[in-house]
């Protein structure tokens, strides 16, 4: 008895975290629900609240892969692996893997962890993700570390930056801008520089 019952404590333990779980439905409709999040399950937008990340969906033959993005790469992948666990049944099973950019930003990795787990669970449950539940979490991982903290705003500022600088008129002018001597010269130090 008391074997039966440590079994069914770590069981739920580790549905608890989003890190496996079984359902009753079978692997082909899981796979279809989790390449194509339902609306009101998909929180992996929320992951990307850090400017410059972004994030694309990999469907596979038994899994899932979301892969996190930044300028200087994938800095990792969440996936969802899928198994048959009876008639109609899936077990599924997250995790994630460290990717080769950015080693040094640990919360990044955090962070879609939060945004995975969640919705794969909303998913599989058939339920609407707690948007709010996941921002606050992830408000809080990043008011935790100095470090993320650090990286939010000097990302916003360099936005921002970017945002209020005028416009290149020699990439973005009219087409009498575009001919000017300043930018002819422009494009000639450009080509210099290329080469």
Same mark, same amino acid.
């Given at each position: 008895?008391?074997?039966?019952?440590?079994?069914?404590?770590?069981?739920?333990?580790?549905?608890?975290?989003?890190?496996?779980?079984?359902? &009753?439905?079978?692997?082909?409709?899981?796979?279809?629900?989790?390449?194509?999040?339902?609306?009101?399950?998909?929180?992996?937008?929320?992951?990307?609240?850090?400017?410059?990340?972004?994030?694309?969906?990999?469907?596979?033959?038994?899994?899932?892969?979301?892969?996190?993005?930044?300028?200087?790469? &994938?800095?990792?992948?969440?996936?969802?692996?899928?198994?048959?666990?009876?008639?109609?049944?899936?077990?599924?099973?997250?995790?994630?893997?460290?990717?080769?950019?950015?080693?040094?930003?640990?919360?990044?990795?955090?962070?879609?962890?939060?945004?995975?787990?969640?919705?794969?669970?909303?998913?599989?449950?058939?339920?609407?993700?707690?948007?709010?539940?996941?921002?606050?979490?992830?408000?809080?991982?990043?008011?935790?570390?100095?470090?993320?903290?650090?990286?939010?705003?000097?990302?916003?500022?360099?936005?921002?930056?970017?945002?209020?600088?005028?416009?290149?008129?020699?990439?973005?002018?009219?087409?009498?801008?575009?001919?000017?001597?300043?930018?002819?010269?422009?494009?000639?130090? &450009?080509?210099?520089?290329?080469?």
């Amino acid at each position: 008895m008391r074997g039966k019952l440590a079994f069914a404590v770590i069981a739920l333990a580790l549905a608890g975290c989003g890190k496996s779980q079984t359902v &009753e439905k079978p692997p082909a409709q899981v796979l279809m629900t989790l390449s194509s999040l339902p609306g009101d399950a998909d929180a992996m937008s929320l992951a990307t609240t850090m400017p410059g990340t972004s994030y694309w969906v990999e469907p596979g033959a038994n899994q899932v892969v979301w892969h996190f993005m930044r300028q200087s790469g &994938e800095y990792g992948r969440y996936v969802a692996e899928l198994s048959e666990a009876g008639t109609n049944k899936t077990r599924v099973t997250t995790h994630f893997e460290d990717g080769p950019a950015d080693p040094g930003l640990k919360f990044l990795d955090e962070i879609a962890v939060i945004a995975g787990d969640a919705s794969v669970a909303a998913a599989l449950q058939g339920q609407a993700v707690d948007r709010s539940g996941v921002q606050a979490k992830i408000g809080q991982r990043i008011a935790s570390d100095p470090m993320a903290s650090m990286a939010t705003t000097m990302e916003s500022v360099a936005d921002e930056m970017d945002r209020m600088a005028p416009p290149d008129k020699c990439k973005t002018g009219t087409p009498r801008e575009m001919n000017s001597w300043v930018c002819q010269k422009q494009y000639e130090r &450009e080509a210099a520089a290329g080469n």
